[in-house]
C-alpha cells in the first residue's frame, strides 16, 4: 500500500488559515468516511485531531476542521497559532482492512 | 485518562527479533470498540502503520511486513506486543503503540514511543 500524499511544508502568518491536503486513491480516502488527523510534537505523545473526515475530539479547538473531496481530504486550521507549529499527518482506512498514513506536513507558524 | 506505554530494548542486532510490549492503564484492553496497533516512523521519515490485534486474538498486518510480525495480547496483563523478526538497520525506527476504533481503525491514543536502533 502507498503512503497518501501530502505537501512537505505549509506556512502562515498569526492569525491566518492554512489548509493541508492529503491526497489518496479509491480503496482508502476515496472509499469510505474514515480519514483521520493527527498532531505530532517531538517528545510527545502525538493526538488525534480530527477523525471520520470531520471530526473534532472533545477537547480540540474549533479552529481545526476537515474535510474531504473524491479521493484528497483536507485540514484546515483558521486563526493560525504558534502552538499549531508541529507535524501533522493523515490517516485512512483502507479496503482491505488496513491503516495507511500521509507522508506528513510541517507547519510553520511565521 | 487513558495512558499506553512502550517498553522494551532500545538496541536490536541485526538478523535478530524485536519485542516491544505496551502496557494499557486507564482502561480494558479487552474493550469490544477497540483494536490495538503497533506504529513506526524511522528517522526523518513518515508514520508506516504495522498491524493490530482485538482483545480476542484477532489480527491484521501490513502486507509489506506481514511475513516478519507477529502481535499477540495478554488480557490478564493488560498489554499487547509486537514481535519483528530478521530485522535489518531499515526498521531503525520511533516505535508507537496506539489505541485504533473497531471498524475503521482511528488511531484515537498513543503511547509517546520509543526507538528501536538496529545495530551490531
Known amino acids: 500500500q502507498s503512503a497518501l500524499t501530502q505537501p512537505a511544508s505549509v506556512s502562515g502568518s498569526p492569525g491566518q488559515s492554512i489548509t493541508i491536503s492529503c491526497s489518496g486513491t479509491r480503496s482508502d480516502v476515496g472509499a469510505y468516511s474514515y480519514v483521520s488527523w493527527l498532531q505530532f510534537y517531538p517528545g510527545k505523545a502525538p493526538k488525534l485531531m480530527i477523525y471520520e473526515v470531520s471530526n473534532r475530539p472533545s477537547g480540540i479547538s474549533n479552529r481545526f476542521s476537515g474535510s474531504k473531496s473524491g479521493n484528497t481530504a483536507s485540514l484546515t486550521i483558521s486563526g493560525l497559532q504558534a502552538e499549531d507549529e508541529a507535524d501533522y499527518y493523515c490517516s485512512s482506512y483502507t479496503t482491505i482492512s488496513t491503516l495507511v498514513f500521509g507522508t506528513g506536513t510541517k507547519v510553520t507558524v511565521l | 485518562q487513558l495512558q499506553l506505554q512502550e517498553s522494551g530494548p532500545g538496541l536490536v542486532k541485526p538478523s535478530e527479533t524485536l519485542s516491544l510490549t505496551c502496557t494499557v492503564s486507564?482502561?480494558?484492553?479487552?474493550?469490544?470498540?477497540?483494536?490495538w496497533g503497533w506504529i513506526r516512523q524511522p528517522p526523518g521519515k513518515g508514520l508506516e502503520w504495522i498491524g493490530s490485534i482485538f482483545y480476542s486474538g484477532s489480527t491484521y498486518y501490513n502486507p509489506s511486513l506481514k511475513s516478519r510480525v507477529t502481535i499477540s495480547v495478554d488480557t490478564s496483563k493488560n498489554q499487547f506486543s509486537l514481535k519483528l523478526s530478521s530485522v535489518t538497520a531499515a526498521d531503525t525506527a520511533v516505535y508507537y503503540c496506539a489505541r485504533l476504533d473497531y471498524g475503521d481503525f482511528c488511531p484515537g491514543y498513543w503511547g509517546q514511543g520509543t526507538l528501536v536502533t538496529v545495530s551490531s
Open positions: 486507564g482502561g480494558s484492553i479487552s474493550s469490544s470498540r477497540h483494536y
